[in-house]
């Protein structure tokens, strides 16, 4: 894999060519140390280092790092109602039904996978059905490069930061909208935020995404080395701003083979209670009904995922 050309502000403070921020350098702190991060998104450093402590570990992956271990994990994210896949139960003008089972659809990732289930391409090797209940809700340790980047005109991901932004969507669902929502759903996902609710029906008093973390959509296989990290806010902020020194174009411009012809985000702090990157695209929340019982051509297709997913 060619792994020489990255030129971020990262690549360059490797090669003494930029000089972290403060915030920057706080951030590799916590993705290595308390934030537990880079456990999966490998970076050839040692683990839960403390600031301060020297790291002699050896580089463990490519160098450059890739930011990836390539394995897979479950990191419990609610079923996001606002993909247009729970909605295709009817026949469109081909006779085709994208998801004739609506909001009983799970993804169950890696397993879906294993079973040749449906959505899924066959597997290629049926000896393997046996292992799918111990990695349904797993999908693939994506990596953290370029997480943040932006077309030029909108520098941001993050909202209410005072910059036109560009809105992406993070995870395998696109239910989180913001870095800062991502880092703060790292810490806080098992603590009393949780909530046995659906996206749109967080409880009066909480707001979703701040202080309220519906349901995960697979219960199952949770990877519990992250979702109560004890970060404060400014802890997760110096995490997002870490993230933002992995994005390629910094030392030589990024080749962009798509001129971005479309409009940036803005919104106005004073009069928008949801512009801010905590509460970013709440206002468009849509309230899901209660789930109904996943169903059985998905859930109960053998080998069935242990425990039942509801
Ligand atoms: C146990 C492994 C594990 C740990 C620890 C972990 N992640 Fe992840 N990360 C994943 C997996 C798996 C995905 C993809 C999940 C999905 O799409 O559902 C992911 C995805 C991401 C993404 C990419 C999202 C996107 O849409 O491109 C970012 C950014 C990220 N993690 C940051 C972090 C940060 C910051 C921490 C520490 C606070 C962290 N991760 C800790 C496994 C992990």
């Not at 943040?148 to 209410?160: H, L, R």
């Amino acid at each position: 894999m060619q792994v020489s050309t990255f030129t971020s502000k990262f690549d360059a403070m490797l090669k003494g060519n930029y000089t972290f921020t403060p915030d920057e350098q706080a951030g590799y702190h916590l993705f290595n140390g308390k934030g537990n991060c880079n456990s999966c998104h490998v970076d050839g450093r040692g683990t839960t280092l403390t600031p301060g402590q020297v790291d002699t570990s050896t580089t463990a992956t490519a160098n450059p790092p890739l930011f990836t271990c390539f394995g897979s994990a479950n990191e419990g994210l609610p079923l996001n109602p606002r993909n247009a896949f729970y909605y295709q139960t009817t026949p469109d003008s081909f006779g085709f039904i994208g998801n004739p089972f609506g909001f009983g659809y799970r993804d169950l990732g890696m397993g879906t996978f294993l079973r040749s289930g449906f959505g899924s391409g066959p597997n290629p090797n049926r000896t393997w059905v046996q292992f799918a209940p111990m990695v349904d809700g797993q999908f693939q340790v994506a990596t953290t490069r370029n997480v943040a980047m932006t077309p030029p005109q909108c520098p941001t991901t993050e909202a209410g930061t005072g910059k036109p932004y560009f809105q992406k969507e993070f995870f395998h669902n696109g239910y989180i909208k913001s870095l800062k929502q991502l880092v703060h759903f790292y810490n806080t996902r098992d603590t009393s935020f949780a909530k046995n609710v659906t996206s749109g029906h967080c409880p009066p008093g909480t707001i979703e995404r701040v202080t309220c973390w519906p349901m995960k959509e697979v219960p199952n296989n949770l990877d519990t080395t992250t979702g109560m990290l004890g970060l404060t806010d400014t802890e997760e902020n110096q995490i997002v701003a870490f993230l933002e020194t992995l994005s390629d174009g910094f030392t030589t411009p990024y080749p962009n083979s798509d001129t971005f012809t479309g409009a940036c985000m803005t919104c106005n702090p004073a009069t928008d209670p949801n512009c801010s990157p905590s509460r970013q695209g709440n206002g468009e929340l849509i309230p899901t009904p209660p789930l109904p019982p996943c169903a059985s051509a998905i859930c109960g297709v053998a080998p069935v995922p242990s425990p039942p997913i509801p």
